[in-house]
């Protein structure tokens, strides 16, 4: 029977698990220095920036804001227009807000309503045939 060198062999178990934590110490520094990189203002921006553009839900909801913030500034602007009535100027809000808010409710149905008439207005004249 072979007699187990036990010196030796727990002396190349700590050299192996000092390797093991020296690879390990290695993965952690490039992990902490990607979660520094990831976290500066430029790429948080960019990252958020790179989220919204590939979303498209984000997209649609960013149009109907947009569309429906645009649309109850003219309406307000077609009513109150350069004056400076104070009871023209709150019923010139009213109606902002107003209109605001019926855009955003009804996003999808004027979406549709103008694709309709978008189809219709551009639409290719189809050829009558003549039947005999």
Known sequence: MEKINYVAWLKSEIQILEEEQVIKGQQLKD???LTYESF?????????????????????????????????????RIVVGA????????????????????????SGAIKSFGQMAFQQIFRKKEKKSVNP
């Open 40 to 76: 500066k203002p430029a790429k948080l921006i960019q990252s958020t920036l790179k989220d919204l553009v590939t979303s498209p839900h984000m997209i649609d909801n960013v149009i109907d804001t947009a569309l429906s913030i645009a649309t109850g500034y003219v309406s307000k």
């Open 83 to 106: 004056s400076s009535n104070i009871i023209r100027r709150i019923l010139g809000t009213l109606i902002q807000v107003g209109a605001t808010k019926f855009i955003s409710n009804h």
């Open 31 to 33: 992990q902490l220095f």
